[in-house]
């Protein structure tokens, strides 16, 4: 029996086979289905920087598509045109931009942002507008770096004077000190917990001691009857009050000998003259008085 295929067109099919399956393979780990139509649209960019063929493109961190293509536009220079490929179902609305993000995970990758708000749409082909956003790393180099480069000439004096500052001869004085500081704050804490222990209970004895004598005197005198003090102390007040009034009354007999001027004179006279009869009583005695024995 005659055989239909040959040694050498067996082993060329399988070789094409497996090539074919191999593209395959290759393009679905890239993410490419070959069988899934897809829109294609034009982005233009300045800088593709670490984006490549199969990257994804996102809409709500949803992946919709990938990059299929990524060509220098000579005709432009400065701008780069990447082609994506979207699924099928997927309407891009006019006004709609994509930009260029990248993590440290999956990469660069386009996060198509779509304009919901008109009713109109891109046709097939059509060039979407593309923009970069700052990447962690661009930021680290625009923004923190030259930051970092004006800081480091000063970063050496800083470490200079701070070592001028540690070896100097007051920093170990004032540490000497600082110890002394806190033995003697030990040693007053140490007081100060004796003190507390031993003194303060007996002194909060005493002050009980004599809270509870204030008790005692507080009883009492809540038991003094202060109204009836009180109103013997006003009819006192008021007797005095009479007593003063009749010694400055000149019509009774304490008023006039209290205030009567001739009065005063008299006695007055009446005193300097016994005064003067004692004194010569004193002096001539013989003219008073008369002793015979016979």
Do not use: W
């Not at 540690?166 to 033995?183: D, G, K």
């Not at 009869?277 to 005695?285: A, I, Q, S, V, Y």
């Amino acid at each position: 029996m005659k055989k239909v295929f040959t040694k050498e067109v067996t082993i060329a099919v399988i070789t094409i086979i497996s090539l074919v399956i191999l593209f395959l393979g290759l393009n679905y780990m890239k993410g490419i289905n070959l069988f899934q139509p897809a829109n294609y649209y034009y982005i233009s960019l300045s800088n593709v920087s670490e984006l490549q063929n199969s990257s994804p493109v996102l809409v709500d961190g949803f992946k919709v598509g990938i990059v299929n293509d990524i060509q220098y536009d000579y005709n432009h220079p400065g701008h780069i045109v990447v082609q994506i490929g979207l699924d099928k179902d997927l309407k891009v609305q006019t006004g709609s931009y994509a930009e260029l993000k990248s993590n440290l995970t999956a990469g660069a990758y386009l996060d198509l942002k779509l304009n919901t708000y008109v009713g109109s749409y891109c046709a097939i082909g059509d060039t979407i507008q593309g923009v970069a956003a700052i990447g962690m790393m661009d930021k680290l180099s625009t923004d923190i770096l030259p930051q970092i480069e004006q800081i480091l000439p000063r970063l050496d004096s800083i470490l200079l004077g701070i070592q001028v500052l540690v070896n100097h001869p007051a920093l170990n004085q004032s540490l000497n000190h600082i110890e002394a500081t806190t033995a003697d704050l030990q040693k007053s804490s140490a007081q100060l917990s004796g003190l507390l222990a031993n003194d303060i209970p007996a002194i909060a004895s005493h002050l009980n001691t004599v809270s509870s004598d204030f008790s005692v005197v507080s009883g009492n005198l809540k038991a003094v009857d202060f109204q009836r003090t009180f109103s013997s102390v006003d009819t006192l007040l008021n007797n005095m009050n009479q007593i003063s009034q009749q010694l400055n009354n000149p019509t009774n007999s304490l008023g006039l000998l209290l205030n009567d001027r001739t009065l005063y004179d008299h006695l007055d006279s009446t005193a300097y003259n016994a005064s003067k009869l004692f004194l010569d009583l004193k002096e001539r005695p013989k003219r008073y008085v008369h002793f015979s024995l016979f």
